[in-house]
T-cell receptor, first 117, second 112 residues
Framework: AQKVTQAQTEISVVEKEDVTLDCVYE???????LFWYKQPPSGELVFLIR??????QNEISGRYSWNFQKSTSSFNFTITASQVVDSAVYFC??????????????FGKGTKLSVIP | SQTIHQWPATLVQPVGSPLSLECTVE??????LYWYRQAAGRGLQLLFY??????ISSEVPQNLSASRPQDRQFILSSKKLLLSDSGFYLC???????????FGQGTRLTVV
């Protein structure tokens, strides 16, 4: 069975602070995909990144960076110099590469980030 | 570029009434289409997905059904709504199964 755990339900930071959102996943598959989505107050989910299980290279995109570690089954997301516009709920998700349920994104319950000006 | 449209944005319906939520995608052909539901304070759950016209797969048994009458149109329906059907419904599409899914703006359904 697939499972994604985002242990941090809510986080508050002051603007310009760095913040890391944790994501731990469980899967028996050797090939899978990991995702991060942002859900602003408007409700739609905004795709941020996809990572394939065979690619452990970390990625940086502007103020965003992702740390993928298969050894600890983690895919953490760091926002550097946070801004008020970063306030949202962030979801980590997992998808199987094949087999039953491979069309489904398994989501964590999300972390609500509040950036205080 | 590809866009996804979902409507209505909000809906209040009485128990026992029918439901029809519509989703259309533009700028791509033969997408995989999905309906997810997000209950308050919880993550998202896949309800239905479709890999082609008329092809619908259900992930969980429920009071809802889905249809895909055209390549880029996905409809979520119910004949009789239950209170437990309240939630935030999101339509999504992807190019292929393993790729990222792109979501619509969602419909907030309240059954009263």
């Amino acid at each position: 069975a697939q499972k994604v755990t985002q242990a941090q339900t809510e986080i508050s930071v002051v603007e310009k602070e760095d913040v890391t959102l944790d994501c731990v996943y469980e899967t028996r598959d050797t090939t899978y995909y990991l995702f991060w989505y942002k859900q602003p107050p408007s409700g739609e989910l905004v795709f941020l990144i996809r990572r394939n299980s065979f690619d452990e290279q970390n990625e940086i995109s502007g103020r965003y960076s992702w740390n993928f570690q298969k050894s600890t089954s983690s895919f953490n997301f760091t926002i550097t110099a946070s801004q008020v516009v970063d306030s949202a709920v962030y979801f980590c998700a997992l998808r199987r590469d094949s087999g039953a349920g491979s069309y489904q994104l398994t989501f964590g319950k999300g972390t609500k980030l509040s950036v205080i000006p | 570029s590809q866009t996804i449209h979902q409507w209505p944005a909000t809906l209040v319906q009485p128990v026992g009434s029918p439901l029809s939520l519509e989703c259309t995608v533009e700028g791509t052909s033969n997408p995989n289409l999905y309906w997810y539901r997000q209950a308050a304070g919880r993550g998202l759950q896949l309800l239905f997905y479709s890999v082609g016209i008329g092809q619908i797969s259900s992930e969980v048994p429920q009071n809802l059904s889905a249809s895909r009458p055209q390549d880029r149109q996905f409809i979520l329906s119910s004949k009789k709504l239950l209170l437990s059907d309240s939630g935030f419904y999101l339509c999504a599409w992807s190019v292929v199964r393993e790729a990222e899914a792109f979501f619509g703006q969602g419909t907030r359904l309240t059954v009263v």
